[in-house]
């Protein structure tokens, strides 16, 4: 691997790496040393049980101010995210969609996005013609009713369209690296396939958007096909593989995997103690 420096990274320079990532809740140590190397255009899934790290690495990405990182680095296209402020990450093409959107009453949906796009690429990228037409597409792509752009955002939404307004601004804000908190989480069958649809037609507009795929069940993986996948466990990634690996977690589950690696027994546990 070539040398960066953080100024000039080259056209091979990783979508996405981190480097020996420590990070801290409330004092106590949850993330171990992660390290992860996604390049341009690439799917990677990450996959694990619940309580084993998964979220802490999308909030400690995102400079959540109560995930401490304690050691390591993360990069963006070789430029360091953990120096930047969180709407820098964003401007610098970084994306992150959370396992349980908020809601924003008041705002429509149309008006947030128009905003989110302003901020991220600021307002002469587009023009608003240019974004109502982009919008409508995207939302024709997603099977969304054209009515969801005035509704505010996530405000009695059902758990699918939640996850199909992320899909929307994933598809809005055309980001180089995109990390996906486990959009499928609450999902039926068929809100799955719509959103790995959206995920997949992205990803085809946009092809050398790198993803990070968080998710708990391979189901959505049958739908997004990784590159890569990674098991964690007690904030490590204790195994890595190509899709094979869903497969082996498909017919035989965590234990297995995780057995090879000296942890049995129990569930990990989750933040509200479950
Ligand atoms: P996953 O997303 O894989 O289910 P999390 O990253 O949510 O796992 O949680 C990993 C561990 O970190 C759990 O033991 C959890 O209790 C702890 N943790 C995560 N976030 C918080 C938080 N905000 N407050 C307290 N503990 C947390
Ligand atoms: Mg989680």
């Given amino acids: 691997m070539t040398q960066m420096n953080g100024t000039h990274a080259g056209a091979a320079a990783p979508a996405f790496e ?3 990532l420590h990070v801290a809740v409330d004092g106590r140590e949850i993330l171990r040393g992660v390290d992860l190397v996604v390049c341009p ?6 996959m694990g049980r619940n309580g084993s790290g998964k979220s802490t690495l999308a909030y400690a990405v995102t400079g959540h101010p109560r995930y401490q ?3 390591g680095q993360v990069l ?6 953990l120096a ?13 969609a959370f396992q349980n959107p908020i809601a924003v009453p008041g705002v429509g949906t149309g008006n947030f996005l128009r905003a989110a796009v302003k901020a991220v690429h600021g307002g002469e990228a587009i ?24 509704r505010a955002l996530n405000e009695g939404f059902s758990g699918g369209e939640k996850k199909l307004a992320e899909m929307l601004q994933l598809a809005m804000l055309k980001p180089r690296m995109a990390i996906l908190d486990e959009p499928d989480s609450g999902l039926d069958i068929d809100a799955v396939r719509t959103v790995s649809e959206g995920i ?3 990803h085809a507009q946009q092809a050398d958007m790198g993803v990070l795929l968080i998710t708990h069940y391979q189901r959505i993986l049958n739908y997004v ?3 890569k996948v990674h098991v964690m466990s007690k904030g490590q990634i204790v195994e890595s593989g190509g899709p094979e690996l869903v497969l082996e977690l498909e017919q035989e589950g965590y234990d297995p995997i995780l057995a090879r690696h000296g942890v049995v027994g129990a569930e990990e546990v989750t933040a509200d103690g479950r």
């Fill in 225 to 227: 096909r990784p590159d």
């Fill in 18 to 20: 981190v480097k020996d």
């Fill in 84 to 96: 930047m402020k969180p709407d820098e990450r964003a401007k610098a093409g970084l994306f992150l």
């Fill in 76 to 81: 963006l296209n070789g430029r360091d995210v």
């Fill in 127 to 150: 023009n608003a013609l240019q974004f109502r037409k982009e919008l409508m597409a995207h939302m024709q792509h997603l099977k969304m009713d054209q009515a969801f752009a005035t």
């Fill in 69 to 71: 990182v304690t050691q």
């Fill in 200 to 202: 997949n037609t992205v």
């Fill in 41 to 46: 255009g690439e799917v990677h899934a990450l």
